[in-house]
């Protein structure tokens, strides 16, 4: 019996060029396709025996992240494999968080994401190597933070401190963009300087960092 495979990403050609690396694989098949977290959801009502989903993280309404908590609330049985052009700390540690069995970025090439959807059926945790060793670095991040302090000299900007309060309530950085009328590439700008300034590498460790200092 073919492993059945679902495909959730908010563009249609990306999910044909998915779908084009997985047809050199007798052993999968595609069990369904959705354009955001909640059709995923909605789908899998009809689709329960669905194996394995390669989940991307930005979509429009319930993102990737979030369906994979619902998913994996739901239905535990079900592999979810994050499939993501989003590389940074932020989107790989809340991707585990949510219940993610694995993480790759789409320029996979077809055999090495057919080894890995082999291997996460199989009970293992199938990474991009860089995603590897990034999630080595945030394992081993939390144990600095706490003997690290931040320089009493060091100032965020109104935005910037802005954009980090937005940024600890969760918040993706299309949202942060329309709730401070700026652009996406702006918030992303003011996070880099954010994260040099306060000497971190992810969201995670500049909201502790800043709560802990008491800067937002």
Do not use: W
Request: one cysteine or more.
């Amino acid at each position: 019996m073919k492993t059945r495979i679902a495909i959730i990403d908010d563009n249609n050609f990306l999910i044909k060029s998915i779908k084009e690396k997985l047809s050199f694989f007798e052993a999968v098949s595609i069990s369904f396709t959705a354009k955001n977290g909640q059709e995923c959801m909605d789908r899998l009502e009809e689709k329960p025996r669905t194996a394995l989903i390669l989940m991307d993280i930005e979509m429009p309404g319930l993102n990737g992240i979030q369906a994979t908590a619902l998913v994996k609330q739901k239905y535990p049985h079900i592999k979810i494999l994050m499939l993501t052009v989003f590389d940074d700390d932020d989107n790989i540690f809340r991707s585990i968080q949510a219940g993610a069995d694995g993480y790759l970025l789409k320029d996979t090439a077809p055999q090495a994401l057919y080894d890995a959807i082999t291997q996460t059926l199989a009970g293992g945790a199938a990474m991009t190597p860089s995603i590897a060793l990034k999630t080595l670095n945030l394992l081993r991040a939390p144990l600095s933070l706490q003997n690290d302090d931040v320089d009493e000299t060091i100032k965020l900007t109104s935005r910037e401190t802005e954009v980090l309060e937005q940024l600890s309530k969760g918040l993706p950085y299309t949202s942060i963009a329309a709730n401070l009328c700026i652009s996406p590439s702006t918030v992303r700008r003011h996070i880099e300087n954010i994260y040099q300034k306060l000497q971190v590498h992810s969201k995670t460790e500049a909201i502790a960092l800043a709560k802990k200092n008491r800067m937002i």
